[in-house]
């Protein structure tokens, strides 16, 4: 930054300020706001802006103003699209001036207040560029001067630094929440599951040598209680884990249909992952389960008057897809002539699959898909 030509010892100590502002803990919207603030004192600028580009690098995705009442800024109604100027810089980001003479301005909306002098000077670490840093309209002179785009440029480079610093945050942030999930999955699976497994274990030899049948039930219950509750300690895990692409993966397409026909049913359905569902659903079978499970969830929603569902998708030897729900029971007319049972059943038999289609004792409907795993 060339602070060594400013010569006046606010006009520095302003910079200063707004380059120590950029190591605090105030959040990245304050500090550009504080920027902006200081770019139009520092320039006698009666507004000043300034435009964060989109990843894309085309245009803008936010832009903090300085100057405008809020009336004025209703009246606008939007943000800049970086047309005209504001496009010209984000492709060639050079400082200019002169906002009414240039040939690529494309004018203002309705309600924008009239501007003349123009500053815009790029805020960028390097050769990377985050922004744009603009002043207009300058006070007590016709255009701004060859002095004021050195001001303006050294506090772009302090606008600069700040978004990087931003963004360096949020990936550290991931990166330790990555890290996170990895710990929380390690320490479930090698300290809590052991710990239930061998408590269980150790209920269950107890079994013999107890004589009170009430008091068998009491521990039998225990170990089943403990069982279940292992089953959703390994689903935990699983869904700790991304996908091994990285792409969304069967749990994330399986609740993604459940949200879409949920607006049907009139209810959100109930959905539980057993088992590595990631790891060990082949993509062909993905494929055959996902129209499956939204043609079961389809049927639920125009025939059986359910007001609640309940989904497993469970892998041990086996892929089962398991669908409950508390309506009128199975329509044997339905079953023997429908379409997408028939579809259902079709895209068991291609993958070697079982499917059944029976009614519950106390009302409802089960559905069971169970598909062989390599």
């Not at 550290?172 to 999930?181: I, N, W």
């Not at 729900?325 to 079953?335: A, E, I, K, L, R």
Request: with cysteine; charged share 25%; aromatic share 4%.
């Amino acid at each position: 930054m060339p602070y060594h030509r400013i010569g006046d010892p606010d006009q520095l100590q302003a910079l200063l300020d707004a380059v120590l502002l950029i190591e605090t803990d105030v959040e990245l919207p304050a500090v550009l706001r504080h920027i902006v603030e200081v770019a139009c004192s520092l320039v006698d600028a009666r507004y000043g802006a300034l435009g964060v580009i989109d990843e894309t690098g085309t245009s803008l995705s936010e832009f903090v103003t300085v100057g405008f009442a809020q009336e004025t800024i209703d009246e606008i109604g939007h943000l800049p699209e970086g047309a005209g100027i504001l496009g010209l810089l984000i492709l060639d980001p050079n400082p200019m001036v002169d906002l009414s003479q240039h040939p690529d301005s494309a004018g203002f909306p309705a309600g924008h207040p009239p501007m003349r002098s123009f500053l815009g000077v790029p805020v960028k670490v390097g050769d990377r560029v985050f922004g744009n840093l603009y002043l207009t309209e300058k006070l007590g002179a016709a255009e701004f001067s060859e002095a004021d785009k050195e001001l303006i440029g050294a506090l772009a480079s302090a606008a600069g630094i700040a978004v990087e610093n931003a963004r360096l945050h949020v990936r550290v942030r991931s990166l330790t929440v990555a890290a996170d999930r990895e710990r929380i999955t390690r320490d479930l699976h090698d300290t809590v599951i052991e710990r239930l497994f061998t408590t269980g274990l150790t209920l269950q030899s107890s079994l013999p040598l107890i004589e009170n049948p009430e008091v068998v039930g009491r521990i039998e219950t225990a170990i089943s209680d403990l069982d279940d509750t292992i089953r959703q300690v390994r689903t935990t895990i699983f869904g700790l884990e991304p996908p091994p692409t990285g792409e969304r993966g069967v749990r994330a397409r399986v609740l993604e249909i459940c949200a879409e026909v949920s607006r049907s049913l009139g209810f959100e359905p109930e959905v539980r992952f057993v088992g590595p569902i990631e790891g060990r659903v082949p993509d062909r079978t993905a494929t055959e389960l996902l129209p499956t499970l939204r043609e079961v969830l389809s049927n639920v929603a125009r025939h059986v008057q359910a007001s609640q569902a309940e989904i497993e998708v469970s892998v041990r030897d086996d892929l089962h897809l398991r669908v409950l729900d508390d309506g009128v029971g199975t329509d044997p007319s339905h079953q023997s002539t429908g379409k997408g049972l028939a579809n259902m059943r079709q895209r068991a038999e291609a993958l070697g699959a079982s499917f059944r289609f029976l009614g519950r004792d106390g009302g409802g409907t089960e559905v069971s898909w169970r598909v062989p795993l390599p």
